[in-house]
């Protein structure tokens, strides 16, 4: 920890938003509601069975005896994030049903949970001698963030501190062992999430050890000497995952990358190694920028979020583009068919995005936030909610398809409980500043110091860029009222209060601010113009060599063999196509249409293999809303298609 | 067997042609022969040197013990296809030293072999009362033909017998085992190769026993009830590849493909499973058909060869694009950067080409053996003889490189032996006609009844495509001299003594045959033109989707990034570009060169995604020979390039 002697530890916090609480906010519109309404009605019930059948409920009996089945040492993390997910719909909707299931898996923890506060099915009964002994491989510590979180996720939803007093316990157990003269004294986790839990669970309880000790195990992390060496030294074997890994004692630096603990984090400029490990830490990283207003900390995650976003996202803002590692591969390098683009990691890349919108008070932040949630993240699960992608393609050769469930079943209950916490990334409240992020139906509370604002929305977005805001103080306040408008809109017309009023002379870094005395009843209407349009990538990503993708609002578009009598492949968008939308039932959105080509054969005994050039005959592009892809019957799909005339 | 009843039988073989014999033949060039040098002096002595320090010549030794490290059930056929390609190389250049390492090689073999003639490591030491109880995972039967063909080579090439005799033991053994009441009656091999021995065995030998063994073998194959199937329940054990294939008992199909044991192989029609399986049975199915004159096997030959080459073949000659079985993927399913295209399954093309040839006395076959030969199966060496691929992408994003050895080393020692007996594929012989099917600088010895007639080619090819052919006889002679006019080649000349005559008008099934009296010192000259030449795939190759190759005479030519200032990927060739050539240092030929374009960044901070379209400037295009590649600095590379216009 020597290279961070002196961090800048000011306590007062400088100005920055916090986004709202989903008690703060209620969701109704034609797009999100019958999604959430999916959510809580078939994928937490489903994911619920799972987690009875699949043995992670039992687990936490603690009846395993040697010789049967391991419990996984990840299971505590399906567990929680299922409550975190349940606690969000309970927020939202009362179920006594669910909360009573809820109530159940809580006792089951309650019950797990030993004497000094430590709770681990598996280095409880299975090596129970080895706590904290295989930091980068155990996940013990990755598990114990979710505990916190679905902990606070339970008490902000619910009121209820039975599973935050639990987590607590755990907590102080931790702060204990890895603080000055602990047995982990300059250890830290091998996969990030426990940073950004704990300062969660600072904010929840106010206690500020939390906080600290967030930030010391992202200190600790990446000095030298390297902590997972010693520990692998006193411990004398290889670790938990050592066999899936075999190279790792030859690519040393590969492996230190892999958990971002190669360097210092304050000295990390390129985004690398697994990535959803790398978006709980930025994240993390970003929170105690805010917190301790520590400019090196927002430098960090400044360097970093540029690597991500400026090199290494795909257009659908999926992120970690090699599967060896489930994580991010060198500069433009973003294969289509053979990527990865993990679901959990695009939700991770939305925690990040979020927090540091949240830190600059800036727009570009959340359009990333939007092209993930939108693209990468809504793909990870079927329209019907109950099957899912691990991995999210922007090319298959028909048989990509989703699962019903994992071996490692990360990604199904991460999706839940951000589609069911969706309230917290719509709204964002600064010093007399309501800020709109996301343009969704329904409204959002803001308590001021004097007065009560009310701001509904009603739109249609993003099937259309209509929105209109009334913005309802409870008597005539002062206030800016702050709405994104999102870079990819050419066209944005703002209208308040029946006037119309030049975005550009109100807009500041992706927001219209408008400050003013807001009466009862006044009205913003926006109205994004939205046609169908062109994105290309830079010519240094392979896979989109002379391609082309569409977009439209926020969307991305791709083609599916099921909606064209020619293989995708063989589509080609000329340049000077017009592009068309059609009513789309599928995504309930709109499809874009346009007169293409397709290379074809010029006979049905063609050659393999000769020397006459492709011909093209016309032929009619439909392409769908990226995220309902895989919905129908198992075709080829493609999001780069060929671009005529490049 | 019940289907294959009443198969037709005839004694007397049809007309057909045979290959040359090695020592009929010299070769000297200046393309073949620094190739064969090097395999002489770098590639064999390297590969003895593996089979020494790796265990294959200690374990014939049979002194494991158990807790030792286990003998690889394939190293016999390593061994065999080192003694294989030795003894090629003894027949065309004496050598001493290596003589004497093929006699210490073959008495360990001998060694090895026990009283009743088996001869098999493994099941001698490591599973000694299981022999042949696991026909489908264990490879005995695919090591037996290894050493069979090794045996014949060593017999032909040197004269001696003493691995002949090894072989011979264990291949009565075989035929009683896998006769009427052996204990493997209605058995066959899990991994096909001793068919096509068995046939070299009966030619070397005149024993009929042999052929009628490998006859047995494939009328067995794929009749029901299943043999495969018989001998699991029998065992009880899932099979010594069991873990490497979970998903067998699942797919039952797909692994009945994949040995090509689906259904009995006169009733095959689609090349499926494993590719080099599927060649090595393939080239015993020609055999038979030569052997028996049983239209049936050359029905179902015709069969296979069209699914192979019109819907299943690389432009390279690669075969086998799906990784996950080193194997056939769905017709015109031709990856490029994540195809697999193997070494062993090239050579095995190369081996049923020569067959189909001699069997039908048609060019077109040896067309596809040229390709196949100078391009997927010359990319499996390095230009120093010492490292190789296994698998033969026709793109790569510039991480693959050849290795020195592999843990299954088929591939290394399989191109040895074929690079070392080019000589009986360069000629055939037919009744009175002598057959030149490949242009290689050197001489062909044709001993008639009455007459021995020398043809003496002198060429640069396949840098040029200029080819003299001297016709020498000891006396004049009536003889067909037939010569190869490839596909490729759109205007072929050809004077013989002196007087130009037309191509067309002598030109029958891909060869012109002339057949005259031939005077001492006649003289056949042919010009094939060979101007570079774009080339398409059908458009159902998704990776040749609106992309060109390029190539010159008989071979394909790649773009490698060290060539360019560009990446690859970013490369276009106009379709009105010229294509012109320059020497080659690397390859000793040409390389294509014209002015094509490259799509560029319109600045250096270039956004990742943006709607202003690629825009492209002048960059000029070096393609190198495919086999080539892969031999200077890792760079990407690709076969098939953008195709400007298309």
Redesign the interface.
């Known amino acids: 920890m020597a290279s961070l002697a002196s961090p800048s530890t000011r306590a007062q916090p400088r100005s920055r938003w916090e986004s709202a609480r989903i008690q703060e906010v209620t969701i109704e519109d034609s797009f999100w509601s019958p999604r959430r309404a999916t959510v809580r009605t078939q994928t937490i019930p489903q994911q619920e069975h799972h987690l009875r059948t699949g043995g992670q409920f039992e687990a936490l009996r603690l009846g395993w005896q040697p010789g049967q089945p391991e419990p996984h040492i990840f299971w505590e993390s399906d567990v929680a994030k299922w409550i975190e997910a349940a606690s969000y719909c309970l927020a939202s909707e009362p179920d006594p049903v669910l909360a009573a299931e809820v109530d159940k898996a809580i006792a089951l923890l309650e019950g797990a949970q030993q004497p000094d506060g430590y709770l681990n099915v598996y280095f409880t009964v299975v090596k129970p001698g080895e706590r904290f002994t295989d930091l980068r491989d155990a996940h013990e510590l990755y598990c114990a963030g979710h505990l916190i979180e679905a902990g606070v996720a339970h008490f902000e939803a619910t009121g209820k501190t039975s599973l935050l007093e639990v987590v607590r316990r755990f907590a102080d157990l931790i702060d204990r062992e890895f603080g000055p003269g602990g047995s982990c004294e300059g250890g830290y986790d091998g996969h990030q999430e426990i940073e950004l839990a704990l300062v969660r669970l600072y904010r929840a309880t106010g206690e500020r050890r939390y906080l600290e000790l967030s930030r010391r195990l992202l200190e600790a992390r990446g000095t030298q000497p390297f902590y997972f060496d010693l520990e692998q030294r006193r411990r004398r074997t290889p670790g938990y995952f050592a066999s899936h890994f075999p190279q790792r004692d030859e690519q040393v630096q590969r492996f230190r990358e892999y958990n971002q603990s190669h360097r210092p984090v304050l000295e990390q400029d390129e985004a690398v190694g697994h990535s959803v490990r790398a978006m709980y830490m930025y994240s993390a990283m970003a929170d105690i920028a805010a917190e301790y207003d520590d400019e090196r900390y927002a430098a960090a995650c400044e360097r970093l979020w540029e690597s991500t976003?400026?090199?290494k996202?795909y257009?659908t803002g999926g992120i970690g583009a090699d599967p060896t590692i489930e994580g991010f591969a060198g500069d433009?390098?973003l294969?289509d068919?053979?990527g990865y683009a993990e679901t959990c990691a695009a939700i991770g890349l939305v925690f990040w995005a979020q927090r540091m919108a949240n830190l600059h008070q800036t727009g570009h932040y959340i359009d990333i936030l939007e092209r993930a949630l939108l693209n990468g993240v809504l793909s990870g699960s079927s329209i019907g909610g109950t099957r899912y992608f691990y991995d999210n393609p922007l090319a298959s050769?028909g048989t990509v398809h989703r699962r019903e469930w994992f071996g490692v079943a990360c990604c199904p209950p991460n999706l839940a409980r951000l589609i069911s916490s969706l309230e917290t990334y719509a709204y964002s409240r600064g010093d007399r500043e309501a800020v709109v992020n996301l343009y969704v139906g329904g409204s959002a509370r803001f308590d001021l110091e004097t007065s009560t604002v009310t701001l509904t929305q009603d739109t249609e977005y993003p099937r259309e860029g209509k929105v209109r805001i009334t913005v309802d103080p409870d008597q005539a306040t002062d206030l800016t009222v702050s709405v994104r408008i999102p870079a990819w809109c050419r066209d944005a017309r703002l209208v308040v209060d029946g006037t119309p009023v030049s975005v550009e002379s109100v807009l500041d870094r992706g927001y219209v601010r408008l400050t003013r005395t807001w009466q009862p009843g006044a009205e913003i209407e926006l109205d994004l113009a939205m046609p169908p349009?062109?994105?290309?990538?830079?010519?240094?990503?392979?896979a989109a060599?002379?391609r082309?993708a569409l977009e439209r609002g926020p969307l991305v578009y791709c083609l599916e063999g099921v909606d064209h009598l020619d293989?995708v492949?063989?589509l080609?968008l000329p340049?000077d196509a017009g592009l068309d939308t059609e009513p789309d039932d599928l995504s309930g959105l709109v499809a874009i249409t346009a007169e293409g080509l397709a290379?074809?054969?010029r006979q049905e005994t063609?050659?393999?293999?000769?020397?006459?050039?492709?011909q093209t005959s016309p032929a009619r592009l439909r392409a769908i809303p990226y995220f309902s892809w895989a919905n129908r019957e198992r075709t080829?799909m493609t999001v780069w298609m060929?671009?005529g005339g490049?």
């Open positions: 976003t400026q090199r996202l257009l433009y390098d294969p068919e053979h050769n349009r062109r994105t290309w990538a830079h010519p240094l990503v392979a060599a002379r082309v293989p492949h063989c080609v340049r290379t074809t054969a063609q050659m393999l293999y000769d020397d006459i050039p492709h080829p060929h671009d490049a």
